[in-house]
């Protein structure tokens, strides 16, 4: 009789403006921090999930890698934005094993790029509550050509890809071991980052909508640049000195922002209200680098009349105090959900 050994993984976030680093261990029903770790990356290395500049990926995964001397080869990483299609279909029942068949034909209509360009992957959701003979399905398609320079920026740096995520169901991963909602909650999920927003809704472990908005903390930041006409970096800088410090004309601009990013959130869960036929979102928990944003949670909140909290990645995740400190551990948690929810996939049979 053989026992597979369930395979150890880590899971590294490639964002816009880091690369965030997780090994997690499975201990029981929690989990613990192994390694960890986060590398900052030039402005504009990578856009929508496209490496402009290969070799600094390649570097900066590496370093990051040492810094945390990592021992573990295979990683799962996720992706968003335009690279992926996401889509709720309504199919006549039939097995997965039949729907693995048949995916390719049913999924053309939905995809708007060659079929043959994309590869596909899907959940059966249940059986639609309107029409018992159909199936809800969730249909994801990712781009061949992003994966292939995921697969190729990792084996460069010795590792192998093994898991290839989205990066809105990596929070929802991250949320899930650390926040208890009851069944009937239906929460939203806002992961901020520099480039990207992903936008979640879930009830019960499962997705009713997602879209992901190409917008986020450099919108700020591009705006003090023109303000200022400082470097990006020093406008980087001023965004995070802390809004009191900042001149009038540039905290405005941060409150516009503000406005900007809340007026999305509220057209798509405006858009998920109308035609999702489900139940209203009863409340938001947001994350990425960009919910630190001044205001930005209070924004929201009233902007949808809704609580709008954090998620914290690491509220029932163990930890050494010798090695991270709480304080770390506070200042670091928004920038990490996706990554511990790809770190939570260690142990699963891959
Ligand atoms: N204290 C702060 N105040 C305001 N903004 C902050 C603060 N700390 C970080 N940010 C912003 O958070 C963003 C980085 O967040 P995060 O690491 O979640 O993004 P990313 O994963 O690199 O990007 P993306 O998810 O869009 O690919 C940057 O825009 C950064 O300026
Ligand atoms: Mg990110």
């Not at 909290?309 to 930890?319: G, L, Q, S």
Request: charged share 25%.
């Amino acid at each position: 009789m053989f026992f597979l050994k369930k395979r150890e993984i880590i899971g590294i976030d490639i964002g816009a403006s880091s690369i965030k680093l997780v090994q997690l261990k499975r201990q029981g029903e929690n989990y613990r921090i192994v390694k960890m770790g986060l590398a900052p990356l030039p402005q504009n290395a990578v856009v929508d999930n496209i490496f402009t500049e290969h070799s600094i990926i390649v570097s900066t995964i590496k370093s990051l890698m040492s810094q945390t001397s990592v021992k573990i080869k295979r990683v799962a990483s996720s992706i968003s934005g335009n690279s992926v299609i996401i889509r709720k279909i309504f199919l006549p029942s039939i097995s997965s094993n039949e729907l693995e068949e048949e995916i390719k034909w049913e999924a053309e209509q939905y995809i708007p790029f060659d079929i043959n360009d994309v590869n596909l992957d899907f959940q059966i959701l249940g059986s639609d509550r309107q029409d018992p003979d159909k199936m809800e399905v969730l249909l994801v398609a990712s781009k061949k050509e992003i994966i292939n320079n995921y697969v190729a920026v990792f084996s460069e740096t010795g590792l192998k890809l093994s898991i290839i995520d989205i990066d809105s169901f990596a929070v929802q991963n991250a949320f899930e071991i650390n926040h208890d909602v009851t069944p009937e909650e239906i929460v939203a999920l806002i992961n901020i980052g520099a480039g990207m927003m992903n936008i979640n809704v879930v009830r019960n472990g499962t997705t009713l909508f997602t879209r992901d908005v190409q917008m986020g903390g450099n919108l700020y930041t591009e705006e003090i640049q023109k303000l200022t006409g400082n470097s990006i970096e020093e406008a980087e800088t001023m965004k995070k000195s802390g809004f009191a410090s900042l001149p009038p004309a540039l905290s405005a601009s941060i409150e516009k922002n503000n406005d900007i990013i809340a007026q999305e959130i509220h057209r798509s869960l405006d858009f998920y209200n109308s035609t999702a036929n489900e139940e209203r979102v009863t409340s938001i928990f947001i994350t990425g680098g960009s919910s630190k944003i001044y205001n930005l949670a209070e924004t929201i909140s009233e902007k949808m009349s809704l609580p709008v909290d954090t998620i914290n990645p690491f509220a029932k995740v163990e930890y050494d105090k010798n090695e991270f400190s709480d304080e770390y551990i506070r200042e670091i948690a928004p920038y990490m959900s996706v990554a511990v929810g790809l770190a939570c996939r260690t142990g699963e049979d891959i």
